[in-house]
């Protein structure tokens, strides 16, 4: 096949910038032949067949074969870039030839001199679409090192204009015929470096999965596929972006368009009974769409790199991304979340989904989704009644994953213990047969009925054992409750960190502007009355400041573990011993009920605040009142456990009743009141998901009752 | 001891407790006047009504009791003029995309709510210097003290439409292109002066 009249090509390079590009940046051989199959994405590849043939023990049939479809080089290419070592023509593109338009994967032209790492021969071919001839150059990297060993030698000082420094190696060229509309390049690397073995294949193959993109447009594939005879699970394997591969969840909802009805249907996905399906419904308004989903728990979140990163739901029109913010930006904060996906949480801390949970996109067409439209600032979508229920439905789809999450994990549970329970029902049910058998003494030989007898017996152990183990399992379910308890309490610890911060922020500024204050105008005499007014003021906010670090004290310190209490001795020691004196000192009736008394299990001492919040509460709140009166009832209501607490003070006006359980909010900031105090109560009943509302005053005319509802399971 | 200030204080924050803060208490010798609301729409309404006065807002970011929050309020207010200068006093930890929202509201600065009065005080002294120094804010004064009927008399032609003062005025506030215009041409007009000046001497 070879041409008939081969002819020699030279490398121009010096011994420096070889060194730099060829050892030094390319560190390992895996890294090369990432560089490799870099280059052939930016050609435009959808192709690469990567062979490794005769990698263990080494000989001359040794190969390492990188085979692309993409652009290919004419020989000018092959000449003017290639062959000159440190050029980049990537560098000044940053995207790969229309219309594919990658973002071009490559750096500093090195792809070609990984080749050195891998092995000391390359014969690469080459050919353009519309050619009729594939390129062919051969080139022995052994020369090179020799020739790097000559200029080495050489005195630089003596020799500052010595062209030598630029070598010529000769490099065998010549063409071979070809189909006109094939494209593409060929490597074929032999005299290789290394033996490979299948641990090394492994780890090209992880590498190599990075390349493929989760956002990768789909219209334009990048599929890599190993071939390795010797190690056959690689063998003619595809190599998966992991990222997807390792999706906890994924679905890819389509369309389709009847020919019967004229009409197209959309694909949605709906939670049932623990289950998530796709079922069919006609189009919405926005027009019919593709949405994939992937959604990753903890586990599956490993697999990312801070490249790889989960970073919600994108649209792509005809394959392009839709709007340019939604591509790759260095800071989260500057991504859009166009569906308002992470908005939600505000309502709901544990169930939700964020961005970064769930990675997917929205594939519309300029066809079927005109309505579909940029704005002009290309920042966002025009908003419309389309654009509207595009998100709408992408949100719903969200929470339909929401659901099944939540769903599945209880109805697994439920599940699991059904069988266990069933499994000890089949026993009886066994051992009811073995007895009428043993009854039927006619057909029932001497030896069968002993067989029988020790048949029962097992049976009788194995029961034992099966009850057991369901209490076993019951017990493991409680203690995982219990950790799931403690987890959403630190959960709710986080939230509240970033609360505590704002207030402590705010404090701080208080007092340092009242000490300020008291400094400047004390030292010259003036505004006496004010700077006592500021020095009782810091005096206050130390007050609030040390409040909010009991509170946080309360979560760090050694008792807040979860442990066993009555409710009854517990209120009775709130009443009776930690509030006996302020009711005596304020004259306050306070009396208290419990009706039903049980074990929680629960932090004893946030459960004593949780009170002690709405005590302090009603104490400044009936400060003016006469005949002052507090009282508490505790009883069980189906699953749960209610307590109302309740004052005869002046009430909550209807005006403020949204508000009253909002961080800092106070009606009491002349007595000290930080606006802490309910709100810590709601975060610290809804780590235990339990709840607190304002419910009509029990006391008459005026007064304050709130409900307090914790599930006993919880 | 600073000159006091011609200059009205509107600060609008939902921490009913801020409206007690030292700050007040040291700067009420400064300014003529500081009016405390504790609800964005009544703060923007007073700012409204007395647009003609000297006025700064001092606002709060993150109001826990309404779903307005300080970048509505900016965008209000840059709704009604351009010329009040707002100083953001904030809580809240400011990233990169609040930033960019204060920004882009033209917020004339941020003062930390942990900040001493010494940064409150510069910052509306800087802002107060904005209000005397700024081309708009000298044409806005110098329209407003011309007597009321005058002010409502045609005053300028630009293509085919007749302004009086207080289409001027309500163009330079607003900023729109006609405001824009003016206040360009009025800047040319003021160099060519003070530069013809030069020359003759």
Redesign the interface.
């Known amino acids: 096949m070879e041409n008939n009249s081969p002819s020699i090509l030279h490398f121009k390079f010096d011994v420096s910038t070889f060194r730099l590009l060829g050892r030094e940046l390319i560190t390992d051989r895996i890294t090369a032949l990432f560089e490799l199959v870099k280059n052939c994405y930016d050609a435009n590849a959808e192709k690469v067949d990567i062979t490794f043939d005769s990698l263990n023990p080494l000989s001359e049939k040794s190969r390492i074969i990188i085979r692309d479809d993409g652009l290919g080089m004419t020989f000018e290419d092959i000449r003017d870039k290639w062959m000159v070592i440190g050029t980049s023509s990537k560098r000044r593109k940053k995207t790969s030839p229309a219309p594919y338009n990658r973002v071009v994967a490559g750096k500093k032209g090195v792809g070609r001199f990984a080749v050195d790492k891998l092995g000391g021969k390359l014969v690469m071919k080459t050919k353009k679409k519309g050619s009729s001839v594939w390129h062919c150059l051969e080139t022995d990297w052994t020369k090179y090192s020799e020739e790097e060993d000559r200029q080495l030698k050489l005195d630089f000082e003596e020799n500052q204009v010595e062209q030598k420094l630029f070598t010529d190696i000769d490099n065998k060229y010549w063409t071979e015929p070809g189909e006109t509309e094939v494209q593409g390049t060929v490597l074929e690397i032999s005299s290789l470096n290394d033996v490979w073995l299948e641990r090394d294949v492994i780890r090209a193959y992880r590498e190599l999965s990075k390349i493929v993109r989760p956002t990768l447009n789909v219209k334009y594939p990048f599929n890599i596929k190993f071939h390795v005879p010797e190690y056959k699970a690689y063998d003619d394997k595809l190599v998966e972006s992991l990222v997807l591969a390792k999706a906890t969840l994924s679905y890819a909802l389509k369309y389709r368009f009847d020919t019967g009805e004229q009409k197209y249907y959309q694909e949605y996905l709906e939670e049932s009974k623990g289950s998530l399906v796709v079922k069919e419904k006609e189009t919405e308004i926005f027009g019919p769409i593709g949405f994939t989903i992937y959604y990753y728990d903890q586990e599956g979140k490993k697999n990312f790199t801070k490249e790889d990163r989960i970073d919600g739901i994108k649209v792509y029109r005809d394959g392009i991304i839709a709007t340019p913010f939604a591509e790759y930006k260095s ?1 989260r ?2 991504q859009k979340d166009l569906f308002g996906i992470d908005k939600r949480r505000w309502s709901g801390f544990f169930e939700k989904l964020s961005t970064r949970d769930i990675l997917g996109w929205v594939d519309i067409t300029d066809e079927l989704n005109p309505n579909i439209k940029d704005s002009t600032n290309r920042q966002d979508f025009v908003d419309n009644k389309e654009w509207n229920a595009l998100q709408v439905f992408v949100i719903s789809q969200i929470h339909q994953v929401e659901l099944y999450l939540k769903h599945k994990k209880d109805y697994k549970k439920k599940e699991n213990a059904e069988k266990l329970k069933n499994a000890g029902n089949d026993l009886d049910d066994i051992k009811q047969k073995v007895k009428r058998l043993k009854g039927q003494t006619l057909l029932i030989s001497p030896e069968v009925d002993n067989e029988l007898d020790e048949i029962a017996s097992k049976l009788e152990t194995i029961k034992q054992n099966v009850s057991a183990s369901t209490k076993d399992y019951e017990r493991m379910e409680e203690d995982k409750r219990q950790q799931e308890n403690i987890m959403f309490s630190l959960v709710s610890l986080q939230a509240y960190a970033g609360q505590i ?3 402590l ?2 404090s ?3 007092i ?3 000490a ?2 008291v400094a ?1 105008w004390v030292s010259l005499g003036q ?1 006496q009355d ?1 700077s006592i ?2 020095a009782h ?1 810091i005096f206050e906010e130390m007050n609030n400041l040390s409040k909010a670090m009991n509170f946080m004290l309360s979560y760090a310190e050694d008792d807040s573990t979860f442990e066993f209490f009555g409710i009854k001795d517990s209120i009775t020691e709130l009443f009776e011993d930690r509030y006996h004196y302020l009711f005596e000192e304020e004259n306050i009736k306070a009396e208290y009920a419990v009706e039903d008394d049980f074990e929680l299990s629960y932090n004893k001492k946030a459960f004593q605040d949780m009170f002690g919040n709405l005590i302090d509460n009603s104490v400044k709140a009936m400060r003016n009142c006469q005949d002052k009166r507090i009282k508490c009832s505790v009883y069980r209501e189906n699953d749960n456990l209610v307590m109302l607490f309740s004052d005869n003070g002046p009430g909550i006006p209807d005006e403020i009743r949204d ?1 009253i359980f ?5 009606t009491t ?1 002349d007595l000290g009141g930080a606006g802490l105090g309910l709100y810590i109560v709601r975060t610290r009943l809804n780590a235990i998901k339990g709840t607190i509302t304002l419910e009509p005053n029990e006391f008459k005319p005026t007064g304050a009752t709130f409900k307090i509802v914790i599930p006993l399971i919880h | 001891m600073d000159k006091k200030m011609n200059l009205t204080i509107v600060y609008i924050d939902d921490d009913k407790k801020m409206q007690e803060d030292a700050f007040i208490d040291d700067i009420s010798d400064m300014v003529d006047e500081i009016q405390y609301y504790e609800k964005p729409a009544e703060g923007l309404a007073y700012v409204k009504k007395n647009i003609d006065k000297n006025i700064v807002v001092i606002l709060d970011w993150k109001f826990n009791s309404s779903t307005i929050q300080g970048d509505d309020v900016l965008k209000d207010i840059d709704e009604v003029s351009v010329l009040v200068p707002v100083i953001v006093f904030t809580g809240a930890s400011i990233d990169a995309s609040e930033a960019n929202k204060m920004f882009k509201g033209n917020a004339f600065s941020c003062v930390p709510k942990d900040s001493d009065t010494t940064a409150l005080v510069n910052a509306i002294h800087n802002a107060y210097d904005r209000i005397q120094n700024d081309i708009r804010s000298v044409m806005e004064k110098w329209i407003l003290k011309q007597d009321a009927e005058k002010r409502n008399k045609p005053y300028m032609r630009s293509g085919d439409m007749v302004y009086t003062l207080n289409d001027i005025l309500n163009s330079i506030r607003k900023q729109d292109e006609f405001g824009k215009e003016t206040t360009r041409g009025i800047l040319s007009l003021a160099t060519e002066l003070f530069t013809n000046n030069m020359r003759e001497k």
């Open positions: 800071s904060d500057e911060s704002h207030i922020r705010i701080i500024g208080i340092k502007r009242s300020e204050f400047k505004k004010k007014k500021h003021r508000r909002d961080v800092f909010y106070t900031a």
